[in-house]
């Protein structure tokens, strides 16, 4: 553990010191991003791990999570684990224990039961879970839709969201929630509850680098583009490009030169031997 890590102790004094947390996705973008944003003064990394299936990133993640880690000392990182890691609070415990070895700073864990929470939590595993809509293969049962835009569907998922503080966790995001019920659900929890696609600021906000980027082919309605990824990383690569076809690059700077008497020597035996 590095002196400086914004652990989970850091986000929960930012909640109760008034300080918004700044949390975004690379959503399996590089290290790199990883770096940028640790630069950039950015709290929380929310991770996922790249590979083609399940199983793969299942088997991935270890090394992923040290290589993120490798790259960015200091920010906190959140992973999400894949379902299958957590179908028993004694595999929730193994693989947390396992990802956090590597460098995790708290787990996410998608629509957890209680009783496992509670189980990861007494054994001592930081839990910074997810509220409101679910992300991934878990809304193929109702979709990825807004939530709580009555009054009795806002209880449903502040309940939910007090349950899991009362259970161990220790801080959630909170998605697609109107902006009243987001920040209202913020200020009655003691835990740190960050915004995505949820309107109010809660205790921070969180955004997909596909958006903060503009990598998508529309914007979402939540979204806001602060960057133009492809079009500044094509115009470096055009810029470089031209350079090479116009011999504008390399200059002699970008080398070095063979000595005068050892270049007639290459030159001499260059034309003796072929």
């Known amino acids: 553990m590095k002196k400086g890590r914004k652990t989970i102790g850091y986000l929960q004094n930012c909640k109760d010191e008034g ?3 700044v949390q975004v996705c690379p959503a399996n973008r590089d290290q790199y991003f990883a770096m940028a944003a640790e630069m950039a003064g950015c709290d929380i990394l929310r991770l996922t791990t790249p590979g083609e299936n399940i199983e793969m990133q299942i ?5 992923w999570i040290r290589t993120v ?3 960015a000392k200091y920010i906190h990182i959140n992973f999400y684990m894949q379902t299958p890691t957590y179908y028993s609070k004694e595999e929730a415990l193994k693989y947390g224990s396992i990802y956090m070895a590597n460098g995790a700073d708290s787990l996410l864990v998608m629509g957890i039961s209680n009783e496992t929470l ?8 930081v839990v910074f879970g997810h509220v409101g809509a679910l992300s991934g293969w878990q809304t193929s049962k ?3 839709k807004r939530l709580g835009k009555t009054s009795e569907d806002a209880m449903k998922v502040f309940r939910q969201a007090y349950e899991y503080q009362e259970n161990g966790m220790m801080a959630m995001t909170i998605e697609l929630t109107p902006i009243e019920v987001t920040n209202a659900i913020a200020k009655k929890l003691r835990v740190p509850v960050i ?8 205790d921070g906000s969180e955004m997909v680098d596909f958006d903060t980027f503009n990598m998508m082919p529309s914007l979402a309605s939540h979204a806001k583009v602060y960057a133009d990824f492809f079009r500044w990383a094509a115009t470096a690569y055009g810029g470089w490009a031209n350079d090479v076809r116009t011999g504008a690059y390399p200059e ?6 063979m000595e005068e008497k050892e270049l007639d020597k290459f030159l001499n035996l260059l034309e003796q031997k072929y």
């Open 19 to 21: 300080k918004k947390l």
């Open 59 to 63: 088997a991935n993640a270890p090394w």
């Open 118 to 125: 509670k189980y990861m939590s007494d054994n001592h595993l």
């Open 69 to 71: 880690r490798d790259a």
């Open 142 to 144: 109702y979709g990825y």
């Open 195 to 202: 915004s995505i696609a949820a309107g109010g600021a809660a």
């Open 252 to 257: 002699d700077k970008h080398g070095f030169h």
